[in-house]
């Protein structure tokens, strides 16, 4: 079946670090992908996404690029911030499956300053 | 604002009794979704509704119910047979049709059994 592998965390970084979250799926066909990021006490809210290989999603300074070569779509930031602190899930739709989310493991992030 | 609303945000319960986790949308979407989330882990699915009066199990559905009466609403019950049910409970839904189209969720019930 169709899955999500990211890499665990927790990740800890000083402030205007640079940052990676590694990202990479199973499934068939060119499934859309999604990166949700979760705020303490809170639930999720999308980050970015993409719906087709070489797509780059990006916001607030993230970025993932849809790499169908490699099934991968690894989250980047070029200088993260003590607001950033979160989890950080990564996410597919099968392209025959309409409604159905898979959520990867979730990556905590926390920024020192 | 649209959005969806769990409530509420704290509930606490003894082993062996039956308890509703509330989730309203104002949204106008079909589909809805309740996941669990635990400590350190991804979530998982429990059931999921594309239109009133229709649901589908998910990955987890043993131990849950749910009911979907108006499309406002997906109430999930978290019965006496759920072996774990302490967790993080998440409600969520989407548009629908779009298969790229994100999903909205609420702020998330913390359900802890004792």
Redesign the interface.
């Known amino acids: 079946g169709d899955s ?1 592998t990211q890499m665990e965390g927790p990740v800890t970084l000083s402030e205007e670090a640079f940052l990676t979250i590694n990202c990479t799926y199973t499934a068939t066909g060119y499934p ?1 992908l ?1 990166w ?1 990021v979760q705020y303490p ?6 980050l970015l ?1 993409a ?1 087709k290989a070489d797509d780059k999603g990006s916001n607030k300074g993230f970025e993932a690029t849809y790499r169908k070569e490699t099934t991968s779509f690894h989250l980047e930031k070029g200088s993260v911030q003590v607001s950033d602190s979160a989890v950080y ?1 990564c996410a597919l ?1 099968p ?1 025959n ?5 898979t ?4 990556t905590r992030l926390m920024v020192k300053p | 604002d649209g959005g ?1 609303t ?1 409530s509420p945000k704290y509930l606490f319960r003894k082993e062996g009794q039956n308890v509703t986790l509330s989730c309203e949308q104002n949204l106008n979407h079909d ?1 809805m ?1 309740w ?1 669990r989330q635990d400590p ?4 998982r ?1 429990i059931y ?1 509704s ?1 239109i009133v009066n229709d649901f589908q199990k998910g990955d987890i559905a043993e131990g849950y119910s749910v009911s979907r009466e108006k499309k406002e609403s997906f109430p999930l019950t978290v019965t006496s047979a759920q072996k774990n049910p302490t967790a993080f409970y ?1 409600c ?1 839904s ?1 548009p ?2 779009q ?2 189209s ?2 909205h ?4 019930t913390r359900l802890t059994v004792t």
């Open positions: 999500v859309s999604f949700y006490g809170e639930g999720l809210q999308l996404k719906t899930f739709t392209n499956a309409g409604n159905m989310l959520f990867g493991g979730g | 969806i769990q589909a979704y996941y350190g882990q991804g979530l699915l999921y594309q998440l969520a989407r629908p049709g298969q790229n994100p999903l969720f609420g702020n998330g």
